[in-house]
């Protein structure tokens, strides 16, 4: 008889949700004006070589410890050894920060969607104002989440992911066609994102697609590893990560060209200046293009529609795995019935993410009166969890592989484990165990640098609010540390067969 497990049903159902999950916002909205500000395709190019050089490897370590301990991040750590375990600590508390903010976010991107028949020209620091409002878009964007998430891993994120994402692929696809036709300010539109500035490339642009490009494969966020702990030996790890790296990157292009030379098309036809639109940051998704699309009349209605479903789909797909981060720890741990625990886990987030929005709202509005560190708190949560800790993380996977667990047995398991490593083989020591945490490291120093340190009218000063985030960082990262040390180090962690037994147990009652 067929052992019965929990997980992915099919390889292509792993790569299809790993792929949800790194296809995001990252990609739809971050990418886009990051290459326009960094020298379209000279960005682009960066951009593809830190994919190669760190992605790539980091992605497969990440998914490699989830698979082989076929468990939790912290049970997986400590796997590789017993004293790293609160590694997964981290890589279970970063996600957790994430969601609160990027459900928000979330919110955003399903009002927008609901709202295209009526427009959504400038309604933006209205409805980012209206608390009420935000919180219940929030809401609704949690609990569609959570419906998916409770349905569990084949019932729920492979199936979801199975028909979001081709959907969201040819809504990306059409939409990009449809603005390569626009017609006038198209050619521009294109040579603003794309033409190669070399020039403009500089070691900001450098730091800006490595975070990118971590932040966009979901790298050091414990999700693949938990992703990859579903998976067995259906999957190829080196063709699979390739196939995920490859579709991030694609929709990452594509979204850009769907919507620069939409927005250059509006320039053209209507005469307002690129400065007067605002291309970079919040702005572009949330008020340019709601201007591009109500400019276009009915048919820019039902554009501004499907782009806003798709983005909405993008942060679905990507939301649920932060939220099964945690979600499989509690009921690995707790052998608590998975309803249960996705309803406590999206409970938390809903908590912290009222008043994420509440404060990103108030800033917005020009009102400084909820900030941390006089950031409002989805850019605060941001910098903790994306600058401070997620490169820690990320070295803390390529440590445990090229370190801890050693490329020699790391190779073998791997090649035992189903796949073939070819020319990759030799590769995978050195990159796993020097360059990946290299180059980490360089993105974790800069990093520091620019927020203790940032520059301020061309000199370097010293921002206390800037160490106050960093230290809030590093001291989320001891309390990981201790708080393992004194309750999980000795203590049985959960595996995937716990979930089998939760879930025996919840079908009895
Ligand atoms: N990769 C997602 C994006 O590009 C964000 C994300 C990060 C999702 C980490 C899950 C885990 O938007």
Redesign the pocket.
Known sequence: MEKKKVGFASGIGFVLAAAG???????LW?FPYKTSANGGAAFVILYVVCVLLMGFTTMICEIFIGKRAQANPITAYKKAHKNVGWFGMLAVVI?SL?MCY?SVLGGYTVKFSLNSFVGNAGQFENFAGNFGDVILYVAIFLALALVIVMAGIKGGIEKASKVLMPTLFIILVGLAVFALFLGEGVSDGISFYLNPDFSELDGASVLAAMGQAF?????G???MIVYGSYTGKEINLVKATGMICVC?TLVALLAGLAIFPSVFHYMATTGVSAEKLGMGGIGLMFQTLPLVFEDMGVVGRILSFLFFAMVSI??IT??I??LEVACQFVIQKFHAPRKKAALVVTAFCFAVAVPVAISLGKTLNHDASMLIFGQNWLDFLDLVSNTVLMPVSALFVCVAVGWIIGPKQAVKEIEEGGTKLGWFRPVLGVMAKYVCPLLIGVVEAFGLVDLIMPVKEGVRTFSSNGLGIALTGYGLLLVCAVIYFLFFRNVYTGTNEDELIAEEKAAEA
Do not use: E, H, K, R
């Not at 932040?215 to 790298?219: I, M, P, T």
């Open positions: 999950s790194a296809v995001g916002l990252g990609n971050a996600p994430i990027y932040f966009s494969l979901s790298l966020m414990g999700a991030d993008a942060a990507s939301v795995s932060l």
